[in-house]
């Protein structure tokens, strides 16, 4: 039973690639942005170099701007001499001043004509550096450019914290994803356990329409097994058993995954609903020849390609003029007109399928298939599928569920007329045909490939013996030629 | 359309439930256990931390996703050790850098 088309689950698939795609890319360029200012200090000291020698460039492309604004200082020898003393003391005794100060020290080592100045201030530089920071820092054989990256290194230091804390982005960013995905795996469990045990409650519990219908409920042997059976963290099921017509019901609810925030933001791009499957095995006896869907418009015509026994057997039926049936946006499948008439009964229609009732009672359903030649090990069974409204207001739902059992004795007590049933053996008859002719020809197939497998066997021993005989005669020969050099010896001792 | 007056209820045609045996292969293809091996292997390899990060989280995806306790571990184990694998090498620095192939 396909629950999804392999093309559907591809189009999620691609959906999800493209916003993991965009999210990578993201990710990616706060990180590009945020590795020049500090992943110079990770371990990595080849790719430091490498990096500031990177940054070297923005900062000599800055400069030209500040130092066009100060056209007399640059001309000047002298005076700038003292000047970068003065101005370049107080970023060194206090740490955390602004940039300011540091970037005009900037314009003086740049400039060629100060090219003095750095090896005066270097000395200052490194010795202060090294008591404020005390981290380890490769000093390469070019002064200018260590000096740079201790320049670099200033600024940074200057404004370190935040700098920290922002180049941790990546780390943030997924710590907080795991926290938030563990905190949402367990109130998403819960929310779905709730919801579950909430249908359990008003439908399967004492008096209650289940109780009322089955004679045993639930997944274990006796009669106070557990009701529901949690197959996974949104999969949960309930048998019931011992009815008229019916061997067995079994309920299947298939909820949105709560519990797992990757899913949960997906089903926030692609809706999703809470869906649950109802399937009963009917008896070999208590069901004819009836092949019968009915969903909304669209899903009928997608199930009708799809099913297999909707394929061979069913086709769309329109409705029919002057007789009540079902409203314009659900679409009935069904082998013959006759039986689908007879199947969309009255009560139906003013309880569930009406024009009326259906607007009221009718958002939460999404199909029914009943069929006696379902595809797998059971052949005669009743599909139902609703969806599950939310834990407050399950009781919407009730006129749907009443519906199951409904159909399980309308469907046992359903006899095709005579007319209707020669229409289906004959359809039917033509499909056991096909089918027959199928397995033939696999079998055929198959003996065949046995054959030639047999041929090649027997050619390899073949020629493996013809080997083993070629031996055999070469040491039978040897054997003679060893008898006959032997003989004459024999003769000659004889003679 | 509640039961007649006679009692539908058939209690000496009660069954008790069998579960359906799936084949393993049969399963749903666990997406995400594989998404994440990919992800561990690229950010071991390639020292690219978000890739590893997006292993682990994928791992965490898995994990919450995981029905058959014995058959899925064994993956979603390996997904894990390759995630933490590629952490490790990204943040500790272990073995030689100057090549970017491990």
């Known amino acids: ?495 | 359309m509640a039961s007649q007056s006679n009692d539908p209820r058939q209690p000496s045609a009660a069954r008790p439930y069998k579960p359906s045996i799936v084949a393993p292969q049969d399963l749903p293809i666990d997406y995400s256990g594989f998404i994440a091996v990919v992800f561990g292997v690229f950010g071991a390899m390639f020292r690219y931390k978000l890739c590893s990060w997006l292993a682990i989280i994928f791992c965490a995806q898995s994990l919450a996703n995981m029905r058959n306790f014995e058959n899925d571990l064994k993956q979603i184990s390996m997904a894990m050790m390759f995630g933490i694998m590629g952490l490790v090498t990204n943040y500790m620095g272990l073995g030689p850098r100057s090549s970017p192939k491990s």
Not at chain 1, 130 to 141: K, Q, R, V
Request: glycine letters at 4%.
């Open chain 1, 1 to 495: 039973m396909a629950k999804r088309s392999p093309l559907s689950r591809f189009r999620r698939l691609l959906y999800v690639i493209t916003i993991l795609s965009v999210f990578f890319l993201l990710l990616h360029r706060i990180s590009a942005t945020n590795e020049p200012h500090f992943e110079g200090f990770d371990a990595d000291e080849d790719d430091e170099f490498v990096i500031e020698s990177n940054d070297v460039g923005p900062v000599r492309s800055r400069t030209p701007h500040i130092s066009l604004s100060e056209p007399t200082s640059e001309s000047l020898h002298g005076p700038p001499n003292p000047k970068p003393d003065s101005e370049i003391l107080p970023p060194v005794s206090d740490p955390n001043s602004n940039s300011k100060p540091a970037s005009t020290s900037f314009d003086y080592w740049d400039e060629d004509e100060f090219e003095g100045i750095p090896q005066d201030l270097s000395p200052e530089n490194i010795a202060i550096k090294e008591s404020a920071t005390g981290s380890d820092f490769d000093l390469s054989s070019d002064p200018e450019k260590s000096d740079l990256g201790k320049d670099l290194k200033s600024e940074a230091s200057d404004v370190r914290p935040p700098k920290n804390l922002m180049s941790y982005s990546i780390e943030i960013v997924c710590v907080t994803f795991l926290v938030v995905f563990a905190i949402n795996y367990f109130t998403g469990k819960r929310e779905n356990e709730n919801l579950a045990l909430a249908w359990a409650s008003k439908f399967a519990t004492k008096d209650s329409i289940f109780e009322k219908n089955f004679s045993l409920l639930g997944v274990g042997e006796t009669e106070d097994s557990p009701l529901l059976l949690k197959e996974g963290n949104n999969v949960f099921k309930f048998y019931a058993s011992g009815r008229r017509f019916c061997s067995g019901l079994l309920a299947t609810m298939e909820l949105k995954s709560r519990h797992d925030l990757i899913s949960r933001l997906y089903n926030m791009v692609v809706p999703c609903k809470d869906v649950i499957t109802f399937e009963v095995y009917m008896n070999d006896d208590a069901m004819d020849q009836v092949v019968f869907a009915l969903a909304r418009k669209k899903l009928a015509k997608t199930i009708q390609k799809e099913v297999r026994d909707l394929q061979r057997f069913a086709a769309l039926v329109p409705p029919p003029s002057g007789k009540k049936w079902v409203p314009e946006e659900l679409q009935v499948v069904s082998e013959s007109k006759e039986v689908a008439g007879d199947l969309i009964t009255d009560a139906v229609l003013d309880q569930v399928f009406g024009d009326k009732a259906f607007e009221k009672f009718g958002k939460d359903f999404i199909s029914l298939h009943f069929s006696d030649q379902h595809l797998g090990s059971n052949k005669k069974m009743l599909v139902l599928k609703f969806a599950l409204p939310d834990a407050n207001h399950m009781a919407d739902m009730s006129r749907l569920i009443a519906l199951v059992p409904y159909y399980i004795d309308l469907i046992g007590r359903y006899k095709l007329s005579s007319q209707a049933r020669s229409k289906t053996e004959a359809a039917r008859l033509k499909v056991a045909q096909e089918i027959y002719k199928e397995l033939q020809n696999a079998r055929q197939e198959a003996l065949q490939q046995k054959k030639a497998e047999q041929r090649k066997k027997l050619e390899e021993a073949q020629s493996k013996l013809s080997a083993e005989a070629l031996r055999k005669k070469e040491a039978k020969e040897r054997a003679r030629q060893m008898k006959k050099s032997s003989s004459k010896l024999k003769i000659s001792r004889a003679n």
